[in-house]
């Protein structure tokens, strides 16, 4: 479903937008990463997501989460290993990878819908075809009457959805989100799982999700992994009981809640307090 721009949790109509891409496969093979030599953070992770997946990966702070996002958009580069989307080699960033952060990180000067477009591809900004791009996002995400709006007059929902729709601005085969519903209040970070959900359906993209929060992953993910260790490493891969979006008692999920979280404790337990900056 869309929201209302007032982030009421009140159905918009149904936005009538076309979706015009679908999802790559992203694969990590053998990847290996360390920023100090007495410092490992992976030491050979393997992970496939495949087309058109939405899969939540968890851990601890420090485990390596945000990291894994910034080899995938090619913002890192491992030390050794391959990042693959589809048949391509991660080198760099590609424009077939979409990425949206914790923070909106919207440019304060200009308007919503001149943030939106800095997101398209070169070619497109500034044309006729973009600016329907960019109107086309703004309804996808229930703000279709908030262009004019600058940064400051919007919620922080709002924002969010500015920046959703900024990350889907180039039509990504992936799209990489690293915590970005954890600044929200509750009934906010639903609606924008939703939107998530809805956008990511329609458009056939694969989403690679990093969340802490456990009943965020039930709830909008198919599949969930817990990357934990020093050095990281895929310690559970869980294929998640029916459809998206899920209430918390749905059948099967109570034992898939209980292995993560037991995936998860030896990690929260024995992490010391200031270790884990590239989270």
Do not use: I, Y
């Amino acid at each position: 479903m869309s929201l209302s721009p007032d982030d009421a949790g009140v159905p918009a109509p149904a936005p009538q937008a076309s979706p015009r891409f679908g999802g790559q496969a992203v694969r990590l093979e053998r990847v290996r990463k360390a920023f100090t030599a007495a410092r490992p953070l992976f030491s050979g992770v393997d992970l496939e997501v495949q087309a058109g997946e939405v899969v939540a990966v968890l851990g601890a702070s420090g485990c390596g989460k945000s990291t894994l996002v910034r080899l995938v958009a090619g913002l890192e580069r491992p030390d050794a290993g391959v990042v693959r989307v589809g048949n391509r080699s991660v080198n760099g960033p590609l424009e077939q990878v979409g990425l949206m952060f914790q923070e909106p990180r919207l440019l304060p000067w200009l308007d919503t819908a001149a943030n939106v477009a800095c997101g398209l591809r070169d070619g497109l900004r500034g044309t006729v075809a973009g600016d329907l791009r960019v109107r086309e996002l703004l309804s996808a995400v229930g703000l279709r009457d908030a262009g004019a709006l600058l940064p400051h007059q919007l919620s922080g929902g709002m924002a969010q959805r500015v920046a959703l729709a900024r990350a889907l601005a180039r039509a990504p085969e992936v799209l990489l989100l690293d915590e970005p519903f954890g600044a929200v209040d509750a009934l906010t970070r639903t609606g924008l799982q939703n939107l998530l959900l809805d956008v990511a359906a329609r458009a056939r993209t694969t989403v690679l999700l990093v969340t802490h929060d456990v009943e965020e992953a039930l709830r909008v993910a198919g599949r969930l992994v817990v990357l934990g260790g020093r050095p990281a490493r895929l310690t559970l891969d869980a294929v998640l009981p029916g459809t998206a979006p899920r209430l918390p008692d749905q059948a099967g999920l109570a034992q898939v809640r209980q292995r993560a979280l037991a995936a998860l404790a030896p990690d929260l337990e024995t992490t010391p307090a200031g270790f884990g900056l590239q989270g």
